[in-house]
């Protein structure tokens, strides 16, 4: 079975879609379980995504990286998440944040901060999410305060992909309080790990993306020098919006590699397993389970497919982004729950795979805005 066909890639991201495939079949499926059941970092699988220059890629040529478009990404994405979700997030999280800065920030921290992570010497990450704030990006309470030539960090993060790993993070913070404009109240803002005043510490055992780490981050006083605003004050929500437009459809990519593993592994469990003297494919209700199964990532793949094509060229991207993570993901869910079912009771053993698809699957509907949000921007956004 090949639910992962090049029949809807781009033929330039080909090549790409070849080499993350390789490199998922030799690093990351061999590790896959041992991880998860451990639940530690992959550095060396890490350090071999960069080595391959599989990570960090999407970082442009001048900076140090291979200047991957969204269309190479999602081909890539969709090997490394079927491989093993929680390893494919700590690969893609190594240079989480960095568009921002290359996008809009100036050459001299681009120089300093994006091509050491091109190059596979450092990792960063994105600080948003607050504890008591996930999804709604204008209600974020951290604050900068400018004094003099420095900015002064106060408040805390939540959820944060390398908050303790990350060498530098790009923060989303509150710089005003217009009450007329709460789109223009937030700037971006890069700050190093080892500033005095900012704390991490790993968020406590999760049951699923085990692999990946995200942190509890506060700033107490944290100062970094003014330099480190990127682009202006005020910009930052505008800066999220379009950033998130192409996040969700790498993590639309998360839901079809999931699903694309729960698959794989219902299919040849089914074609193996016997009950009442054959095997349990032959019944015609799991037959139609099977059938529900690819009709559900068919559909969801063809569409995410469609976003990237309109999200690349800007047409109605906000809108196309939110359909495809809101679709991808949610069958990313449906079909590991149907392929736990049909595994029977083998099925909540750590062992199998079809379990950590199936607590995997639960994590991208909500990460990058959680799908009611979704469902809000669909609405809004309808042609």
Known sequence: MELLDQSVVPEHAHAIKSEAREFAREQIEPNAQEYFQSGEYPHEILEAGQEANLVAQDIPEEWGGRGLDLPQLLALTEEFYRADAGIALTLQLASFGC????????????????????EGDQISGLAVSEPETGSDLAGMQTRAE??????????????????????????Y???????????GNHSMFIVPTDTEGYEAEHIPEKMAMRASKQAHIT???????????????GAGFMMLADFFNHGRVIVAGHGLGIATAAIEEAWEFTHDREEFGRTINEFQAVQHGLADM?????????????ACENV????????????????????????????????GGRSVLDERRIARAYRDARIPVIYEGANEVQRNLIYGQAP
Request: some cysteine; charged content about 30%.
């Open 312 to 343: 690349e060229n800007g047409t109605q991207a906000g809108y196309w982004a939110a359909m495809a993570k809101t679709k991808a993901t949610e069958a990313a869910v449906d079909v590991s729950e149907q392929g736990m079912q049909f595994h």
């Open 173 to 183: 913070a509150r710089t005003g309080d217009d009450e007329d404009n709460r789109y």
């Open 146 to 171: 400018k004094e003099g030539d420095e900015y002064v960090i106060n408040g805390e993060k939540y959820w944060i992909g390398n908050g303790v790993e990350a060498d530098w993070v790009t923060l």
């Open 219 to 233: 700033f107490d006083d944290c100062r970094i020098p003014e330099e480190n605003l990127i682009g202006h004050e």
């Open 99 to 118: 568009e921002i800065t290359y996008e809009y920030g100036s050459d001299e921290q681009c120089e300093e901060y994006i091509r050491p992570v091109a």
């Open 294 to 306: 690819l009709i559900e990532f068919e559909s969801a793949r063809t569409l995410t497919w469609r």
